[in-house]
Each structure stands twice: as C-alpha cells, then as structure tokens.
C-alpha cells in the first residue's frame, strides 16, 4: 500500500504492554485535540490511530510505544501548539507499507502475532522491510 507524506501530533509511553503504553498517550493526545493547546483549538480525532511497536523487546523491560493522531488537513502546514512537554510533531514521508489486516483489540500478543505472521510472508517473498519496528494502526468503525 502507497502511503503519502504526512503530520503527526505523537507521544511517547514506556511500559511493559502495548495497550498500557497506548492508554497512557492516547490520554494526552486526546486532551490535545479536545482543546489543551495553544491557541485553544478543538478539532475531532482523525482516522487512523498510528502505533510504533519496538521489535526488540526483551521480557521484563518495559518498551517505549509511540502513538500518534493524523492532524486533520486544515491543520497539516500549521498545527495547534501543544502545552504539554510529551507532544511533539512526526512527519511521516511517503511510503510503501506492508499490510495485514485483523480486527479486534489493539493488544501485546495480538499485535506481535500479526507482525509476526506478515514478516514470515515477507521473508517468504525476499521482501526487503524494516525489522526493528512495526506500525500497529487502528481504525474506529
């Protein structure tokens, strides 16, 4: 799948499990476009939700998780400044991206599994990608 060049509003969470880690993020990234800006801005959350799962994650450590919202069109050149010290911007440059689609949670063993299960078919396939992290995204429906 191509994916075009685009902003960001992320976060960083350390834990030791990936809904933890998104809870703690989603929390301030929420509080973000509710208003906890700046300039005051409200805007409603955007599809998709972006998470950058470590692969290298040893048992017993905790991993840093980044979760970040897609900042609405309106806001891509110029975005809300944030209060808080754990937001920052992430621009994502154009891509192609390697896909397998599941539903359910956004859950550790869901998403390690899933990652697991598209790199053996890439591997398979002599696919060049990325191995040291890998994008869990969701979509509300």
Avoid: C
């Avoid at 990234?29 to 805007?43: D, K, M, P, Q, T």
């Avoid at 899933?114 to 078919?121: E, G, M, T, V």
């Amino acid at each position: 799948r191509r994916s075009s060049s685009t902003r960001w509003v992320s976060s960083d969470a350390e834990a030791y499990f990936l809904g933890v880690g998104a809870a703690m993020a989603f929390r301030r990234l929420y509080h973000y476009i509710s208003g906890a800006n700046e300039e005051g801005v409200r805007f409603e959350m955007t599809a998709p939700v972006l998470v950058e799962v470590p692969e290298e994650v040893k048992m017993w450590e905790p991993a840093i998780y980044t979760l970040s919202f897609l900042l609405p069109s309106a806001y891509q050149e110029h975005p809300p400044t944030p209060t808080n010290d754990k937001l920052y911007f992430s621009d994502m440059p154009d891509m192609d991206v390697y896909v397998r689609s599941y539903g359910g949670w956004m859950l550790s063993i869901t998403s390690r599994l899933h990652a697991h299960l598209l790199s053996r078919a890439l591997l398979r396939a002599h696919a060049h990608f990325n191995h040291t992290h890998h994008y869990t995204v969701g979509y509300d429906r």
